[in-house]
């Protein structure tokens, strides 16, 4: 007769996803306690601050528990956490070199010079804001519709491909290709 006591033993990740996939709250939050510090210092390596690295914990935990239907308790969920991790981090990176890109042209767009004195007056500014404006409109629609959400709507290159069912890899280039024109056509401007 065995009079060893019994420890309750930790659930494996494969139980903790299949009782996640039954809308388990409980099993949610222990998988989560399981991978947030070790998730947090990965994200942290790819963006070098607590608070960005802890709101992507978040998300990452959001979209699991949105997908939980999805999970398959088969696959590794420590390799899905952090594969989607490291593509929201991506995904964080290239907008922050964006917005910087923008802040960089409108900083550049303030001081442009004409006729060797720089805009100052609003007159001039105005002349330039609304050549600016019309460039964007000129743009083939696609690609003013991924401008303007990625510039005036502040969104991220893979919040822009869910909202109109593109890839992340479509949007970079329209993006790209939009700086491009706007570049050439203010050039001489430069």
Not at 27 to 39: H, N, P, Q, T
Not at 61 to 87: M, Q, S
Request: charged share 35%; with cysteine.
């Amino acid at each position: 007769m065995d009079s060893a006591p019994k420890f309750n033993s930790l659930p494996t990740d494969n139980t903790l996803v299949e009782q996640i996939k039954n809308h388990d709250e409980e099993a949610f939050e222990k998988l989560f306690r399981r991978y947030y510090s070790g998730l947090h210092r990965f994200l942290w390596g790819y963006v070098k601050n607590n608070q960005i690295a802890e709101d992507l914990v978040q998300e990452v935990f959001v979209r699991v528990w949105e997908n939980r239907d999805a999970l398959n308790p088969n696959e590794k969920i420590k390799t899905y956490i952090y594969k989607v991790g490291r593509n929201l981090a991506i995904d964080h990176s290239r907008h922050q070199k964006v917005v910087r890109e923008w802040e960089e042209e409108k900083k550049a767009l303030h001081s442009i010079p004409i006729l060797g004195k720089k805009i100052d007056d609003r007159l001039h500014k105005k002349l330039m804001l609304k050549e600016v404006k019309q460039a964007i409109e000129d743009l083939p629609e696609k690609r003013r519709l991924v401008f303007m959400l990625s510039r005036y709507e502040g969104m991220t290159y893979k919040e822009i491909a869910e909202k109109l069912d593109i890839s992340v890899n479509t949007v970079d280039t329209q993006i790209c290709r939009a700086l491009k024109t706007l570049r050439d056509k203010f050039s001489s401007f430069l």
